[in-house]
Each structure stands twice: as structure tokens, then as C-alpha cells.
């Protein structure tokens, strides 16, 4: 795509456009990964089961919903900036609150093991004849609780909305810019 025509301002739209199509994905993947572990809940409730599944749909949701906030990259037009604080202003204080902590949780938990933050304190048992030592530290992949889950799932919800509502909202500026291509059509 040759873009070499376009201002600034233009080639910073398209780029925000791109973000935006990327982030649909990764807000939806994180969307499910929220309701599939709400359902999880119920049925390690009942079972009185292992909590991997959980641990691993946290990790994933968390990641996936902060991607769109942390991620660089090139594309065929250039560097695509991550979000900003554009959907901020879109959320309640507790939904902003929420958003704060899943990015803080991607960041010091999940991709990255902030030893400050995940609080590493090994000791030797005294009660133990071997003097056994213990690594005692915060789980970092401790899943959140069904409540705290349940108000992700709104947030998710209202960030997944917003992303195609903004994407719809752009889309007629920068439609000209984009290549024409038949797709699906026979000709």
C-alpha cells in the first residue's frame, strides 16, 4: 500500500485505524476468555477441582486486553502506536480502576516477574528437622475471584463495543487510503 501521498495527520489515522482492527481481536479474545472462566467457576465449585484452566484463562485474558495498550510494531504502513487513553473517558471510575489493574497485572504478574511486586521471601522452617527451605511469594497466576471476573466481563464488554464503535467512526476518513481489491466476487 503506497501511502507516501498522505500528511502526517492522515498516515497517523490509518495507523490508529489498524490499531483499532488489531485491539477487536484482542479485546474479543479476552472477552471470552473472561465468560469461558466464569463458566469454569461454576462447574470448580461444584467439582471442588484443579484451577489450571482458570489460571491459564486469566493469563490469557489479562494479556490479551492489555496488548492493545503495551504493543509496537510495523506494518506495511509503518509503525502502529499502541492505544493511548483514548477509551478512558469511556469508562465508569471502578471500570477505569479495573483497567488500570488488569495492564498493572500484565506488566509486574504475567509478562514480565517483578520480584518487587510478586514479593519473594524465602525462609527456613524451624519446625522442620531438615531445616527445610520455603519460597513464600505472592501467585502470581492466581486467578481473579468469580466477583472481580464478573466486573472484567463488563469492562470487556464496553471495550469491545467501543473499539468497533471508534473503528466505524473513522472508517469513512480513511476509506480513500485504503487499496480496492475484488473479494469473494467472481469477475
Excluded at 6 to 17: I, N, P, Q, T, V
Excluded at 52 to 65: D, E, F, G, K, P
Excluded at 158 to 183: D, F, G, M, N, S
Aim: glycine share 4%.
Amino acid at each position: 500500500m503506497d501511502i507516501t501521498g498522505l500528511s502526517e495527520e492522515e498516515k497517523g489515522k490509518l495507523a490508529y485505524f489498524y490499531r483499532l482492527v488489531m485491539s477487536y481481536s484482542d479485546f474479543k479474545h479476552a472477552h471470552r476468555c473472561a465468560m469461558y472462566s466464569l463458566e469454569q467457576h461454576e462447574q470448580l465449585e461444584k467439582k471442588g477441582g484443579d484451577d489450571l484452566i482458570l489460571r491459564a484463562l486469566y493469563c490469557s485474558m489479562v494479556v490479551s486486553y492489555s496488548r492493545p495498550f503495551n504493543s509496537y510494531g510495523k506494518s506495511n504502513i509503518g509503525e502502529i502506536p499502541p492505544l493511548k487513553n483514548e477509551i478512558e473517558s469511556a469508562f465508569t471510575e471502578q471500570e477505569l480502576k479495573a483497567h488500570k489493574y488488569l495492564r498493572w497485572c500484565r506488566n509486574k504478574y504475567l509478562a514480565h516477574s517483578d520480584a518487587k511486586e510478586i514479593a519473594l521471601t524465602p525462609f527456613v522452617t524451624s519446625d522442620l528437622s531438615n531445616k527445610l527451605v520455603m519460597p513464600s511469594k505472592v501467585d502470581a497466576l492466581a486467578p481473579f475471584t468469580r466477583e472481580y471476573t464478573e466486573l472484567v466481563l463488563e469492562l470487556l464488554e464496553k471495550t469491545y463495543r467501543w473499539c468497533v464503535e471508534e473503528r466505524h467512526r473513522i472508517e469513512p476518513e480513511i476509506v480513500a487510503w485504503l487499496p480496492i481489491e475484488q473479494w469473494g466476487a467472481e469477475g
